[in-house]
């Protein structure tokens, strides 16, 4: 299983901008989809999720702000952000938990390579 992201790149402030994350190969099941990010001397931190039954949770930072959305035919998970702070500038990480070749395979968690966000103030 790969994830592919992408919709990085560089912004101005205020701003939008719109990351896309595709799931492909030998996918039975994918539990919940996601991402993280990680600015510069900063732990990586959870962005936001969605379930599989399309239940989201947000960081405090993002709230109001961004958007995830799934496309659970495609294995595609979707990130709108609006309003981009410069403080919002990270490599964003997609992820896919819970996935599973066939309905007998354990779950297993997947990244994406990460996708660069910059936001010049």
């Known amino acids: 299983v790969q994830l592919q992201a992408s919709g990085g790149g560089l912004v101005q402030a205020g701003g939008s901008l719109r990351l896309s994350c595709a799931a492909s190969?030998?996918?039975?099941?994918?539990?919940?989809m996601g991402w993280y990010r990680q600015a510069p001397g900063k732990q990586r931190e959870l962005v936001a999720v969605?379930?599989?039954?399309?239940?989201?949770n947000y960081a405090d930072s993002v709230k109001g702000q961004f958007t995830i959305s799934r496309d659970i035919a495609k294995n595609v998970v979707y990130l709108q952000m609006n309003s981009l702070k410069a403080e919002d500038t990270a490599v964003y990480y997609c992820y896919a938990g819970g996935v599973r070749g066939s309905r007998y395979t354990p779950p297993i968690t997947y990244w994406g390579q990460g996708t660069q966000v910059t936001v010049s103030s």
């Open positions: 969605v379930t599989s039954v399309g239940r989201t």
């Open positions: 190969g030998t996918i039975f099941s994918i539990n919940d």
